[in-house]
Each structure stands twice: as C-alpha cells, then as structure tokens.
C-alpha cells in the first residue's frame, strides 16, 4: 500500500504559535498533496509538490518533499484558531491506478 | 465554494429504504469520484468516472450503485444498507483522472438505523 501516514493524529498548539504535521509513505510517487477538512466538511486543496520539488510555498504554509525518506511535512506559521481542521497528504503511485490514496490526518487545534 | 455541490447534505434512512445522494459539479472537470469517509478510518475511494465511464469500482459491495449520466453529475444509489454504511459521502472531481487536484463538495452525511 502507498497510503500516505500523518503524524502527529491529533496537535494542539496557541495562536501565532507554527504547526508541523508529518506525512509518510510506502512508494514512489509522481506528487504529494496536502488537503484541510474543516469538521464535517468536504476536504480543501492546500498545496501540490511533485517528486523533483524538495519544498514549496503558498501564503503561511510551508511544504518540503524527502523522497529520500518517503516523507513530507506541512508547516504553518503564524497559526490563527481559523485554522483548526484535520489536515490529510494524499499520494498517488508511479505507474498505479487513477486514484489518490489518503492517510487519516492530523487533527489540529488552534486555541484563541 | 469549490463549485461541487451535493445533496442532501443529510440523510437518515432504515435499512430496507432506497435512496440516492447526487452530486454536481460547474468545473467543467471530467472526472468524478465518490469517497467514503468514516470515523476514525482513512477517507476510502469508492468509485471513479472519466468521460462518464466508470474507470475503477475499489470493491464496493452492490447496496452502492453510482450512476453518471454526463460529466456534470454523479449519483450514488443505495438500497438495503447496514448500520456500518453510516458515514460522510464525499464526492470529487478533477480536470482528468491524471491524479491532479480533486475539489471536493461539502458531503452527505448519512445514519443507517
């Protein structure tokens, strides 16, 4: 299975403080994806980085790809509460069938 | 919004009940997938569409039955569901199934009694 592993499940930090999730997998991948989903809500596209990319920026998040590893970590600065959600990576797979395989997120909370 | 819309945003039906989820996208994608994501469990593809052609059934037992009719829209039939179906319907599309980015709707959140 590729299936991609968050870490830590759950986090929980104050506000202005940064967050880092942790994202593992099994295989080779073309990319890696990074989704937030507010609860109960559909998931939300964060940010893409490709296999050749080792780090990628869009506004306070922060995404480095270790292929090397099979590893990608999330980073966002200056947290808000606004920002609470669980967040998901999603791998696809060199060669694999047309579908994305989702780990099952870091549940992060931003306290006021 | 993400331009992914589906309803009923909630659902509660018994177990000999029919009932169908739809989904509609105005992305103007060609592709559509229906996940299924339970508590405590990684969100599960269920089904995907190119071209309204289903292009992967990921072993979903025969209470589920998707129907895509155009590009635009994506049902998910149901039919003498269990309790364990309980969960949040999540429908996506993409530009193709080239593994790019998915949007994805709000969800049906659905309790089987």
């Known amino acids: 299975s590729q299936q991609g592993e968050e870490d830590p499940q759950a986090l929980s930090i104050q506000e202005g403080e940064n967050a880092t999730m942790n994202c593992s997998y099994k295989?080779?991948?073309?990319?890696l994806q990074w989704y937030r989903q507010n609860s109960g809500r559909g998931l939300v596209h964060l940010i893409l980085i490709r296999s050749n990319e080792r780090e990628k920026h869009s506004g306070r998040l922060r995404v480095t790809l270790d292929t090397s590893k099979k590893s990608s970590s999330l980073l966002i600065t200056a947290s808000r509460a606004a920002d609470t959600a669980s967040y998901f990576c999603?791998?696809?797979?060199?060669?694999?069938?047309?579908?994305?395989?989702f780990g099952k997120g870091t549940k992060l909370t931003v306290n006021p | 919004e993400t331009g992914v819309t589906q309803t009923p945003r909630h659902l509660v039906m018994g177990m000999t009940n029919k009932k169908s989820l739809k989904c509609e996208q105005h992305?103007?994608?060609?592709?559509m997938y229906w996940y299924k994501q339970s508590a405590k469990k990684p969100l599960e593809l269920m089904f995907v569409?190119?071209?309204?052609?289903?292009?992967e059934n990921n072993s979903v037992p025969s209470r589920f039955s998707p129907e895509c009719p155009n590009s635009s829209h994506l049902f998910l039939h149901l039919h003498t569901l269990q309790p364990e179906d309980s969960a949040l319907y999540l429908c996506?599309?993409?530009?193709?199934?080239?593994?790019?980015?998915?949007?994805f709707g709000p969800g049906t959140r659905l309790l089987v009694l």
């Open positions: 569409y190119n071209f309204k052609e289903q292009t």
């Open positions: 992305l103007g994608h060609n592709a």
């Open positions: 996506a599309s993409s530009q193709d199934p080239s593994l790019e980015t998915q949007y």
């Open positions: 999603a791998t696809d797979g060199r060669g694999g069938s047309e579908k994305l395989v």
């Open positions: 295989t080779s991948i073309n990319n």
